[in-house]
C-alpha cells in the first residue's frame, strides 16, 4: 500500500545514501524540503522531537554503556547458576530436628582413612620455596620523591596537603603533594622534611637512598586509628554524595545504583561496629530502621545479594544482638526464595524481590558455578537462627549436586552450569579465579561452620587443593614465584586473577584447623605471589589479573595486559594477610598491608570523600580514577586491614567465626553434642 507519509520520512533519513549525482541530489533535497514543508506543524514537531531524544539518549547511554565495557571482566558482576539434587550432605544446625549422621570430623588428622584415602598423602611434592626476593625495582619513593607533576586534579583540592618546594633562591620550584592526610606515618614525614630541607627536588637516587632506609616500624594502635581514618573519610563521601544508595560516584560527587538497597551502608554494618565507630554505626542503624525495604519491584542478583545484604545483616545481628538486622535479614532472604523454583533446582541469578519472580540472564540458562556455590554459608545460618529449614534445604540441594555431578577434574569445577539440566557446561576451562573461586573457599568454611561434621565438603576441599597443585600451579622466572594459572582444553595460561588471592588465606584457615600442614606451606608461597601483585606496581597496587613469565626474556616475573591494568579497591590480598598474620604472628604480613593502606591512600583517595577505583595501576602520575567506590572497600578491604593491624586476636576468633565471601563474620554452630 503507498503510503506518502512514510515515503517522506524514508526521504528524509535516508537521502544522501541514494543520491547517485550532484542533479539528482540537488532534485532529491529540493523534493525533500517541499515534502518537509508538505507536513504538517505537528508532524514536524514530532520528528523533531524523535531525533533530539535519540540524540540525548545517545548522550547519555555512552557513560554507562563504556562502564559495562570497562566491568564485563570483573567477577563481581555475575549472572549466573546452578542447580542441585538431593542426597547426601546437611550440616543440621543446633537447634534443628535432625541429626547429623555421624562421621564425625573433629580435625583432619582424625579423618578415616577410607573417606578420603589419598588425600593425606599428596601425590604431587611442592614446588620449592622461592627465593628470597629482590626488592621490586625502584618505582616507589617516599611520595615527597615523587614528582607528581601532571597529579590530576580529583586527587588534590579541599584542603589537603600541599607541599611546595623552594629552590635556593626561595623561588617556586615544584610542588609534591600529598593526597592524603591523617593516615600518615611518621616515618615518611621525617623523610619529607629532610629532602625538603636541601631545598632541592628529590633524584632518582635519593628516591632509592630513601626508599632502601629501613622504615621506622609504625606502631599497630597507629595503624589501627589509620584505618579508621580511611574509613571516616570514605564514609564523609557516601554520606555526603550517595547516602541511602548502592554505591559512591566519589569523584562525580553522586551515586550509582544496582539493587537499588543502600548496597554500601548494609555491607558497611558491621565494619563500623567493629571499628568501634559508634556515631556512624547509630546513623546508619537509623537509615535500616526507617528507610530501608526490601519490598521493591526490582531484580537484585542472587549471589550479591546474598553475600552482602543478607551476610551482610546476619553478622550485624550477631554482633550487636540488635533483632532489627535480624528482621530485615529474614526478609530479604525470604525474598530471595523464589530463585530455587528452576527444573534442575539450580537456582537463577535474578530475582524480583518485590514480585516474587525469578529468571536466569537474558543471554543463557547457565549459571555461574561460583554464585550458585557461595550462599551457603548466609542461608544455612538463616535456618538456624529461624528454626526454618527452607532455607538450608534449598542451599544444600545444590551441594549435593555439585558433589556428585561429573565433569570435575582432580575436584577442579568449570565455571558454568546449567539450571536446566543441572550439569556442568562450557567444560574444559579451570580456574580459582572469576567465576569460580568461592566455591573452594565455601566448601572449608561450610565444614568449619558446621562443626567439621560434614565429610564430604572437605573431601571435596582436600581434592580441589590437589587438583590445584597437579593442574594449576607453576613457579615464575627469574624468581620463583608460585601462582596458580588457569586450564583452558589442557593448555595451562599463566595468568591469575586478583580475585585468586584469597586462598593463601582458606588454605592457612585449613591449616589451622587440622589439614595437611603442606597447605600452610603452599599458603606461604602463594601470599609471598600476591605481595608482590602489589609490589611490583608503579602505585603499589595490583592490577585486576597478573600474567606470569615462565621463562622470562625481559627480567620480569609478572606483566600486566593493557586491559588487564585496573585496581577496583579488592579485598582479597587483605584478606589472606590477616590469616596469615593471625596464625604466624609474622610482622612482615602487617607490613605489607600497611603498604597497601599507603598506596591506597596515595593514588584511590579523593579529597573531597571517598576512594575510587582506578584503570591503570602502573601509572603513578595518572592512575586514571574510574569513579566509583564498590561497597566491598568498606565491607571488607578496610575491616580486613583494620583486623590485621588490632593486637586483639579474640577480635572476630578465628575459631569462633567464619567470614563469609563478603567479609561477614557468622558464628561457627556451637556443638550439638
Ligand atoms: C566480593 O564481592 C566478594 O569477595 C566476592 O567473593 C568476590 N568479589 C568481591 C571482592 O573482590
Known amino acids: 500500500m503507498y503510503s506518502p507519509q512514510r515515503q517522506d520520512f524514508v526521504s ?13 541530489g540537488k532534485h532529491r533535497r529540493q523534493s525533500c524540503w517541499r515534502k518537509w514543508k508538505q507536513l504538517s506543524r505537528l508532524q514536524r514537531s514530532l520528528i523533531l522531537f524523535l ?31 546452578v542447580e542441585m539434587d538431593n542426597g547426601g550432605l546437611r550440616p543440621i544446625p543446633p537447634g534443628l530436628v535432625p541429626k547429623i549422621p555421624p562421621g564425625v570430623v573433629p580435625g583432619f588428622q582424625d579423618i578415616p582413612p577410607e573417606v578420603m584415602p589419598e588425600i593425606q598423602r599428596p601425590s604431587i611434592p611442592l614446588l620449592p620455596k622461592p627465593p628470597a626476593m629482590r626488592k621490586p625495582p625502584s618505582k616507589r619513593g617516599p611520595p615527597v620523591l615523587q614528582k607528581r607533576g601532571n597529579v590530576s586534579d580529583w586527587q588534590v583540592k579541599d584542603g589537603e596537603e600541599e607541599i611546595v618546594k623552594r629552590d635556593e633562591d626561595g623561588g617556586k620550584e615544584a610542588k609534591t603533594v600529598i593526597s592524603w592526610r591523617g593516615a ?39 595503624r589501627v586509628e589509620a584505618v579508621r581514618e580511611a574509613f571516616r573519610h ?46 556512624e554505626f547509630a546513623e546508619a542503624r537509623k537509615w535500616v530502621e526507617t528507610e530501608l525495604s526490601f519490598s521493591k519491584n526490582v531484580d537484585v542478583n542472587l549471589f550479591e545479594s546474598t553475600i552482602r545484604i543478607l551476610g551482610g545483616l546476619l553478622s550485624t545481628y550477631h554482633l550487636t544482638g540488635d533483632t532489627l538486622f535480624l528482621d530485615k535479614a529474614k526478609d530479604i532472604g525470604f525474598r530471595l526464595m523464589p530463585a530455587f523454583k528452576t527444573p534442575s533446582k539450580i537456582p537463577y541469578s535474578d530475582v524480583n524481590i518485590g514480585k516474587g519472580t525469578a529468571h536466569p540472564p537474558r543471554w543463557t540458562t547457565d549459571s555461574t558455578v561460583a554464585e550458585v556455590t557461595s550462599i551457603q554459608l548466609e542461608f544455612r545460618e538463616l535456618s538456624r537462627l529461624t528454626q526454618d529449614p527452607q532455607y538450608q534445604n534449598a542451599v544444600e540441594e545444590v551441594t549435593r549436586q555439585v558433589h556428585r555431578l561429573e565433569g570435575k577434574r582432580d575436584g577442579l569445577v568449570p565455571m558454568f552450569i546449567n539450571t536446566n539440566s543441572g550439569k556442568f557446561t562450557r567444560r574444559g576451562a579451570f580456574t580459582l579465579g572469576a567465576r569460580a573461586d568461592s ?16 565429610t564430604e565438603l572437605l573431601e571435596d576441599y582436600l581434592q580441589a587443593i590437589e587438583g590445584v597443585r597437579k593442574n594449576l600451579l607453576r613457579q615464575t622466572s627469574p624468581s620463583k614465584l608460585t601462582f596458580v594459572g588457569e586450564l583452558s582444553n589442557g593448555h595451562l595460561n599463566p595468568k591469575m586473577d586478583h580475585l585468586v588471592c584469597f586462598l593463601p588465606g582458606t588454605l592457612a584457615l585449613g591449616a589451622h584447623n587440622g589439614l595437611p600442614a603442606d597447605h600452610m606451606d603452599l599458603a606461604l608461597q602463594l601470599m609471598e605471589t ?105 565491607g571488607e578491604t578496610l575491616k580486613y586491614l583494620f583486623l590485621l593491624f588490632s593486637d586483639d586476636s579474640e577480635l572476630i576468633s578465628l575459631d569462633k567465626y567464619i567470614f563469609n565471601t563478603e567479609a561477614h563474620p557468622l558464628p561457627i554452630w556451637p556443638s550439638t553434642s
Open 530 to 634: 600476591c605481595h608482590q601483585m602489589y609490589a611490583q606496581m608503579e602505585t603499589g597496587l595490583s592490577p585486576e589479573i597478573a600474567h606470569f613469565n615462565l621463562q622470562s626474556s625481559n627480567g620480569r616475573d609478572i606483566d600486566v595486559k593493557p586491559a588487564d591494568r585496573h585496581n577496583l579497591l579488592r579485598p582479597e590480598t587483605v584478606e589472606s594477610l590477616f590469616y596469615m598474620y593471625r596464625f604466624t604472628k609474622d610482622s612482615k604480613y602487617r607490613d605489607w598491608g600497611w603498604d597497601i593502606l599507603q598506596s591506597f591512600n596515595k593514588y584511590t583517595r579523593v579529597p573531597s570523600g571517598g576512594y575510587t577505583s582506578i584503570g591503570n595501576v602502573r601509572d603513578p602520575v595518572n592512575p586514571a580514577p574510574r569513579d566509583k567506590m564498590e561497597s566491598f572497600f568498606l
Open 184 to 222: 600518615m606515618i611518621e616515618a615518611e614525614q621525617g623523610t619529607e622534611l629532610q629532602s625538603t630541607a636541601h631545598g632541592k627536588e628529590g633524584t632518582v637516587a635519593d628516591a632509592e637512598k630513601a626508599a632502601s632506609l629501613k622504615p621506622v616500624t609504625v606502631k599497630a594502635v597507629d
Open 234 to 279: 570514605a564514609w564523609k563521601g557516601y554520606k555526603a554524595f550517595a547516602w541511602g544508595h548502592d554505591e559512591l560516584k566519589p569523584i562525580s560527587k553522586t551515586h550509582g545504583e544496582w539493587f537499588g538497597l543502600g548496597l554500601t551502608l548494609i555491607d558497611a554494618l558491621d565494619t563500623m561496629w567493629i571499628l568501634g565507630l559508634k556515631d
Open 51 to 81: 531525533l533530539a531524544f535519540l540524540f540525548i539518549c545517545g548522550i547519555l547511554s555512552y557513560p554507562s554503556l563504556t562502564e559495562q565495557w570497562r566491568g564485563l571482566s570483573d567477577r563481581s558482576i555475575k549472572e549466573d547458576w
Open 439 to 454: 566455591y573452594y573457599e565455601y566448601l572449608l568454611k561450610q565444614w568449619l561452620q558446621g562443626g567439621k561434621k560434614e
Open 12 to 24: 528524509l533519513t535516508l537521502g544522501d545514501q541514494y543520491s547517485r549525482s550532484y542533479t539528482n
